[in-house]
């Protein structure tokens, strides 16, 4: 089985095309502020991507076939990796970030929603810049490649496979029989959250930018912020509970919001992941404002809200602090440092491992148990009264043993730029999960600015294979993805 090349590089074109429509948002905004070196740098950016794109649409001829998987895994990992490099010129364009690896980390960061950055002074870069930032998160949280979809029976491509390739978690369900039209309602409930969001600062005392920004970092639960003290800075409880409450909804499946305009609360109800989900924010959420509140750090009101935030931006991989953490109690951290493994649920904007594959492998764990009490049982595993078939529970057992390989590889690897080996472990596996915080010298009074420009690269690499659920970006260093071209 080959890969369609022609209608791969068909879709690159219309993505370069989408990639440029989007870079015209922070253009606008550079305008708006006076940034003339701003202005230059996104249209040295936009008309030849916007010119290079409408020749691959145009040009290249492909039959009206589907695509196959491997032509999805293909087009999903070359996207991301391209993307993350055009997105990165403006940074160095502009000065704001001009080293090379710094630029491409923090492009990836946002792209793939983890929110990690390598700048210090984050208030003194110029509007546009900042905007892009925002925007990268709120593109890659539902995915731009969705959103092309919604563009691909218009080019004759069906792109199943694509979505498959690129949605994380470990299943993707359609709302409606075309996948196109799954895509176009998705994004129209992603637009409106954005507006309500963003209204919604606004009567918090957030001027019309920083709610943008700050609604498309929660919504995309990348964590990307226009201040160096993040939430902090605006010490605020009203804008604490409603970027939670906003990054709570992000890492809900997204598909349950359709279900319930249809079905009402029981699809909410009757989901064994979204159960699952709300049950781990409210346990986390009281065990760690227990000891806030007992030794004195925080009020009780002030230690649920602060609890809340953290663990709910933590859970959602979002990366937003509304606290230093590193000076709360080591149990507190702990909790925190647990949740850096569970992730959002499926079809949501969160990264990680999912909510529905730790339901599963608590189910495997269950059934294990009362095997060894009776042997001769038949203990099937179901989810939402539907049996998880055997190779689904392969495919996840070999995700779960691929996933903590990955973060260990990157551990060792970042490791030897000498710093302790929490900062270490927590760097390297807040990059494989796309949640932005970490530990000790990358907490929230520090950055992965740090690092050595390899393991900058070595980390941008891990962002894209966590967002890409790691088979998709690793397979392609396999010898038997690549074939000749047909």
Known sequence: MDINYRSSFKIFGAIMLVMSLAMMLPLIVAVIYGESDCIIAFAQVIVPSAIIGLMLMKLIKSKKKALKMRDGAFIVSITWILFSLIGSIPFMLTDSIPNFADAF?????????????????????????????????????????????????ALGIDGQQVASAEMPGPTLSKITPKLSDTARYLYILY????????????????????????????????????????????QSGYIEVVLALFMFLAGMNFNLFFIFFRNGISAFIKDGEWKLYVGIVACCTLIVAIPLYVTGIYGPGDALRHSFFQNVTVITTTGFASADYMLWPVFCQSILFLLFFVGGSTSSTSGGIKVLRILVFAKMVKRSLVLRLHPNAVVPIKVNDRQVSGDT???????????????????????????????????????????GLGFNEVGPS?????????????????????????????????????????
Request: net charge neutral; hydrophobic share 50%.
């Open 393 to 435: 529970v392969s495919h996840m057992s070999g995700f779960l043993f691929l996933y903590i390989g990955v973060g260990v590889l990157c551990t060792f690897i970042i490791s030897f730029d000498g710093f302790d080996a929490m900062t270490n472990i927590s760097a390297a596996f807040s990059c494989l999960g796309n949640i």
């Open 105 to 153: 980390f923090e492009t990836a960061s946002g792209f793939t929603t983890t929110g990690s950055t390598v700048v210090s002074d984050i208030e003194g870069l110029p509007k546009a810049i900042l905007f892009w930032r925002a925007l990268t998160h709120w593109l890659g949280g539902m995915g731009i490649l969705i959103f092309t979809i919604a563009l691909l029976p």
């Open 191 to 234: 637009i409106l959250m954005t507006l309500a969001e963003t209204v919604l600062l606004m009567f918090g005392g957030m001027n019309l930018f920083d709610a943008l920004c700050h609604s498309f970092s929660s919504l995309g639960t990348g964590g990307f912020s226009n201040y160096n003290n993040s939430i902090m800075h605006f």
């Open 446 to 486: 520090g950055n992965f600015g740090i690092f050595s420009d390899f393991s900058k690269i070595v980390m941008a690499f891990t962002m894209i294979a966590g967002r890409l659920e790691l088979f998709t970006l690793i397979v392609l260093f396999t010898k038997r993805f690549w074939r000749p071209f047909r």
